[in-house]
């Protein structure tokens, strides 16, 4: 305590930020009404670009100040707020890592608008800065009541961005969307309000210590699942996902996929584990079954999709199989591999949404059997989109290679059924993607409009360039993350072990 | 000796009220239709003022023999109440002046109708209790037929004061029986009585008629037709004001009068609460009209108002209060944006002529929006700490059955909350608006502000912990 408040300012400067624009916007809507032109479009999205890069920054001075050494939250900032209630931020490896990946991936996605989005610019960059906001106060909040109201409250920006800025099917994709979130929530918030009742406080800290009977551990960890099932998604309540990825603008899907789908298993690792951990041991086999057929089942799926985001966003859930099953699998190694897993899908999957991005801007289709032979016209962009389809399929030198390999170890040692049947989902996630790849960039053209498509512009490499980097870099230096992470995965381990 | 200070401290709010409307009378008389336009000035300072003298004596007294007796619960209500309706009345000129009926009564009868609502919040005696009951009714069956020359307005006042006469029979007929087996009319009298099997019958009564004027299902079915026909700035009134001060009255008795019967008046309130919800919630998904559909959904959220009250004095009082005030707040601003959809001279009241309103009147729409999601329990807004009070109330009291009810209502209400949203934010705009009175504008922006940032901001210092508990201690134990 004491000291600069660095994590309320990581926090709020996008918030802040969006009012600023709203202010600007508002002050000046008289003069510019009738020039609604490229250019006023471009300096609203260019201030959003610099509030979240400063956001950036801030999180990155965070990271700086904070000693991965040290165990338990750092940087700690709490105030009384209400009754048991309080405000209260601070950090582990574990929620710096996912804020560093929010923070990096928010300016990404605002650029990545730069040509996409041509109305209402104003209320775009506001929902995504109000959006930011929210994303990072979840992982940063030290406090029952202040998470749910940074879960929570990430619907609404999130519902807007999909709802207005969306496809055809937009309206639907953004109710569905809302709405399973919505029931999921609700019932952890009575378990929220039961707990604290329980326990006189809503702090983490003591919530962690506090043993709560075996019984009511498994009510509360199954309302506490309903949430973070939708949101990871696990399956069966995936389905939700691929209509809000289609349907969302590229942005939001990358934000979609990248950082909101990791709430789900950072709400896992917060809370399933270290504060019911007798439920969690109860639950572990239906666990490991659901990842299964996640990572199965969504597998075959993905291949049959004729849609490139769909596909894609089949092979997310099928991700984050993975990650439920490094969770439960209760080893260093299994939850160290899920951390990483949530990471470098993060990078990834945000990276393949943006690489759809670019042909969808280009021919305003996402249809697989339109494209074919981009390879002729787009040299680079196939060696990017090549990059992240072998990321995506896990092959080693990429990131997503550790990811996989360690929770597949790390649930061998805990079920071996169950790591086999994930190995069968790597089988399949190659050939989904190679599947893809080969029918959107080799062969020859048959599309004429693809005759004069042009490669990527110098927007795009600056979007996508940065995560093909870390996608090597960590792929070939995973102790980076490990080295962060480290300290938190030994505490929810050893809280899951204390209280059992 | 009496203490005729206290006395007149005691029920110098309600005083003050006879008093102005009297003065409002004379003033009518003698000045006629010149009257018509400061009455509404002069109405609205009227009720600040009343609301002013419940600040000054806000610790209660007793007055009358025991008639009257006040403590800060009820004070709380009637701070809240008074000023809303007070807002109500400034909101209603405009609105009345386009439609020429900009007349002094109408002032009048909302004074008459909150020194009905002071009189109930007061009451400690069953007499007292139904003459307040009566004043508030019948000045709201004229309210609600105020556009007399509309067919509308009289089906909704005369539907109003039908069913609103039989609700008062039952209240007065549970009243009398309560009286007969328990030989008295006071309240700490019949709590000291006990409940007995025949009072229980008058108690079952009572519930029956308050459950009547609060719009809890079973007996909402006037709701949304009234609020469909009754002219817009008296809807806004309905839905804010008296809710708050009948919830508020239904609770105190419950708590005080039949405190010792809590095991048998819990299970009635909480079917009629879970009740209220569903119905509330269902009904509302099919609404096409705006002002059936906010019916509908007042219906809802005094289904989540009875949870507290179902979870008895000790646990529902403070939450109780919390949730209506935020609730009351909220739905003033709602009905208040309603007023300003006004087209070609008319109101129009479709949901789908909010289409694009975020594109033509940008303020109005982010305002609107903060209140549907506030009523609708989303963080990060003040409603939201309305549902979670009310959440915990039901929890501590372990209602578990009806915490899930909440949620599950909760989840089926965001399916016209959304609705709304999404005509505001994804559809074409329609054509654009008249341009919106500043006092209504004014009073959305300001609802918003209030329900939806400060009592976030300040919920400590309104919720458990703050005023309201401060107001629920003054219920006698």
């Known amino acids: ?500 | 000796m009496l203490d005729v200070t206290s006395i007149l401290m005691t029920v110098a709010p309600e005083l003050w009220l006879a008093l102005t409307g009297l003065v409002g009378v004379l003033l009518g008389a003698i000045f006629g239709d010149r009257f018509n336009s400061f009455s509404f000035k002069f109405g609205a300072l009227a009720l600040f003022g009343a609301a002013a003298l419940a600040v000054l004596h806000f610790g209660g007294g007793e007055a009358f023999g025991g008639l009257v007796r006040t403590n800060t619960f009820v004070n709380f209500a009637k701070v809240i109440t008074f000023v809303l309706a007070g807002i109500s009345l400034v909101i209603a000129e405009g609105f009345l002046k386009r439609h020429e009926t900009t007349r002094y009564e109408y002032a009048l009868l909302i004074i008459f109708a909150s020194l009905g609502m002071g009189v109930i919040l007061s009451a400690a005696d069953l007499m007292t209790l139904y003459m307040g009951i009566e004043t508030l009714s019948l000045s709201s069956y004229v309210l609600a037929a105020f556009h007399r020359d509309s067919a509308r307005s009289s089906e909704a006042g005369l539907k109003y004061f039908v069913l609103g006469a039989l609700a008062s029979g039952m209240l007065l007929y549970g009243a009398s029986l309560v009286y007969g087996f328990t030989g008295t009319t006071s309240f700490a009298g019949i709590a000291e009585a006990g409940v007995t099997t025949g009072a229980l019958f008058g108690m079952v009564l009572m519930i029956v008629g308050l459950a009547f004027k609060i719009s809890a299902a079973p007996m909402h079915v006037w709701t949304p037709d009234v609020y469909e026909g009754a002219p817009t700035p008296v809807v806004a009134f309905f839905a804010s004001a008296p809710k708050m001060a009948s919830t508020v009255v239904f609770a105190n008795i419950l708590f005080t009068v039949f405190g010792s019967a809590m095991d048998q008046w819990q299970i009635i309130i909480s079917i009629i609460a879970g009740l209220s919800m569903m119905i509330g919630s269902l009904g509302a998904l099919l609404q096409t009209n705006i002002k059936r559909l906010l019916g509908y959904s007042s219906i809802a959220n005094v289904g989540y108002a009875l949870v507290a009250v179902a979870a008895g004095q000790e646990f529902g009082a403070a939450a109780l209060l919390t949730f209506t005030t935020i609730y009351a707040v909220t739905s003033l601003g709602m009905f208040a944006a309603v007023l300003s959809m006004r087209r070609r001279g008319g109101m129009v009241e479709g949901i789908g002529e909010l289409g694009g309103l975020a594109r033509t009147k940008p303020v109005l729409a982010i305002a609107l929006s903060v209140l549907i999601f506030s009523v609708a329990g989303l963080p990060p807004f003040g409603g939201f700490f309305g549902k979670f009070e009310v959440l915990r109330a039901g929890l501590q009291a372990e209602l578990i059955p009806l915490a899930v009810l909440v949620v599950i209502s909760s989840v089926i209400s965001l399916g016209y909350y959304l609705k709304l949203i999404k005509i505001m934010w994804f559809d074409e705009p329609t054509e654009k608006f008249e341009a919106v009175d500043l006092s209504v504008m004014a009073t959305v922006v300001l609802t918003a502000v209030v329900a939806g940032i400060v009592f976030m901001v300040f919920i400590s210092e309104l919720g458990t912990g703050g005023w309201a508990t401060f107001a629920a201690a003054g219920l006698p134990r």
């Not at chain 1, 700690?76 to 490896?93: C, F, H, M, R, T």
């Not at chain 1, 680079?380 to 929770?407: H, K, Q, R």
């Open chain 1, 1 to 500: 305590m004491g000291g600069f408040p660095i994590l309320s300012v990581m926090t709020f400067l996008p918030l802040a930020g969006a009012l600023l624009v709203m202010l600007v916007r508002a002050a000046t809507a008289g003069s510019s009404k009738g020039e609604s032109s490229s250019q006023s479009r471009k300096a609203v999205l260019l201030a959003a670009f610099i509030i979240s890069a400063a956001t950036f920054v801030a999180s990155v001075a965070a990271f700086f100040a904070f000693d991965p050494s040290v165990d338990g939250y750092q940087l700690v900032e709490q105030y009384a707020w209400y009754g048991p209630i309080s405000y209260k931020l601070g950090i582990d490896g574990l929620s710096l890592s996912l804020v560093l990946l929010t923070t990096f991936l928010t300016p990404i996605c605002l650029l990545a608008s730069w040509n996409s989005i041509e109305k209402r610019v104003t209320e775009y960059v506001i929902a995504f800065l109000v959006l930011e906001t929210f994303m990072i106060g979840v992982f940063v909040s030290l406090d029952l009541v202040l998470f749910y109201i940074f879960f929570e409250a990430g619907l609404i920006p999130m519902f807007l961005i999909v709802g207005i800025w969306g496809g055809k099917d937009r309206v639907y994709a953004a109710f569905k969307f809302f709405l399973y979130t919505l029931i999921g929530s609700l019932l952890m918030l009575i378990a929220m309000v039961y707990m604290i009742l329980a326990a006189g406080s809503a702090d983490f800290e003591v919530l962690e210590k506090f043993a709560f009977a075996p019984g009511i551990q498994t009510w509360l960890w199954l309302a506490f699942m309903a949430s973070f099932a939708v949101k990871l998604p696990m399956w069966p309540v995936h389905t939700w996902l691929p209509d809000a990825h289609v349907q969302a603008p590229t942005a939001g899907s990358v934000i979609l996929a990248g950082v909101l789908l990791k709430m789900g298993g950072y709400g896992m690792l917060r809370f399933s584990l270290p504060m019911f951990p007798d439920a969690s041991a109860l639950f572990q086999p239906a666990m490991f079954a659901l990842a299964v057929i996640a990572i199965v089942y969504t597998s075959l799926v993905a291949w049959r999709q004729t849609d490139m985001k769909k596909l894609i966003a089949y092979s997310s859930v099928a991700h984050m199989g993975f990650v439920t099953l490094g969770i439960f699998a209760f080893n260093e190694t299994g939850v160290q591999g899920a951390i990483f897993q949530m990471l470098s899908h993060g990078l990834i999957s945000g990276a393949l949404f943006l690489i759809v991005g670019v042909v969808y801007d280009r021919m305003h289709t996402r249809e697989i059997a339109a494209y074919g032979g981009l390879v002729n016209r787009m040299p680079i962009y196939a060696s990017f989109f090549m990059l992240f389809t072998m990321a995506n399929v896990g092959l080693p030198g990429t990131s997503g290679f550790v990811g996989e390999i360690l929770t597949m170890v790390g649930g061998f040692q805990a079920a071996t059924w169950a790591a086999a049947g994930a190995a069968l989902g790597v089988i399949f996630s190659a050939v989904y993607m190679l599947t893809l790849y080969r029918r959107t960039v080799f062969g020859e053209i048959t599309n004429p409009h693809l005759n004069d498509i042009k490669d990527m512009n110098i927007v795009e490499w600056i979007c996508i360039a940065p995560l093909a980097a870390l996608t090597i870099l960590f792929g070939v230096a995973p102790n980076l993350i490990f080295n962060l992470t480290d300290s938190s995965t030994a505490r929810v381990l050893s809280l899951m072990a204390g209280g059992q």
